[in-house]
T-cell receptor, first 116, second 111 residues
């Protein structure tokens, strides 16, 4: 299994540009999520999905869109990039284990995004 | 107040030392607790889950105190390879069963 894969690994954008960060997993996990990690802030949840066709907002969703058309893929779209979106983005996936319990989250290697 | 709080460190310890990290969480309804490890410029990886009765995995021991809402991680006989950031993670029991991460505690083990 490849696990969780993310592309690209690095990206530089200009303010106002849009782009899509790709995330795929081959473990048949129901749960997928996107986090951003900034120095001193830890990982913050952007959007998540509990299954194909179902998405919801996390802690910091503004400026980002997601969709989940298949179990495997969960792309994150930046609509109009801003310097405040400079960060490291991690995609993660996990099995569902019922209300209140979470199985191990498997993270992708991350995408380092710089917005000029 | 942050939902999950950790001392950012760094904790600088010599090889062979015992070091302990604490973490506090604010949501009393949280049901799942974890420690993740993150190496520099890498993704987080699960170190161990934390069970109510406490659990041990080799040199690592995790404890949970629900009454005081804190979690601890004890590392015995520290190795150079233990140098990393340790993330305290809590299931905040929302509809999506998503996790809330602490800011991490950095550990540096010196020869």
């Amino acid at each position: 299994n490849a696990g969780v894969t993310q592309t690209p690994k690095f990206q530089v954008l200009k303010t106002g540009q849009s782009m899509t960060l790709q995330c795929a997993q081959d473990m048949n996990h129901e749960y997928m999520s996107w986090y951003r990690q900034d120095p001193g802030m830890g990982l913050r949840l952007i959007h998540y999905s509990v299954g194909a066709g179902i998405t919801d907002q996390g802690e910091v969703p503004n400026g980002y869109n997601v969709s989940r058309s298949t179990t495997e893929d969960f792309p994150l779209r930046l609509l109009s990039a801003a310097p405040s979106q400079t960060s490291v983005y991690f995609c993660a996936s996990s099995y569902s284990k019922g209300a209140g319990y979470t199985d191990t989250q498997y993270f992708g290697p991350g995408t380092r995004l710089t917005v000029l | 107040r942050k939902e999950v709080e950790q001392d950012p460190g760094p904790f600088n310890v010599p090889e062979g030392a015992t070091v302990a990290f604490n973490c506090t969480y604010s949501n009393s309804a949280s049901q799942s607790f974890f420690w993740y490890r993150q190496d520099c410029r890498k993704e987080p990886k699960l170190l161990m889950s934390v069970y109510s009765s406490g659990n041990e995995d080799g040199r690592f021991t995790a404890q949970l105190n629900r009454a005081s809402q804190y979690i601890s991680l004890l590392i015995r006989d520290s190795k150079l390879s233990d140098s990393a950031t340790y993330l305290c993670v809590v299931n905040n029991n929302n509809a999506g069963n998503m996790l809330t991460f602490g800011g991490g505690t950095r550990l540096m083990v010196k020869p």
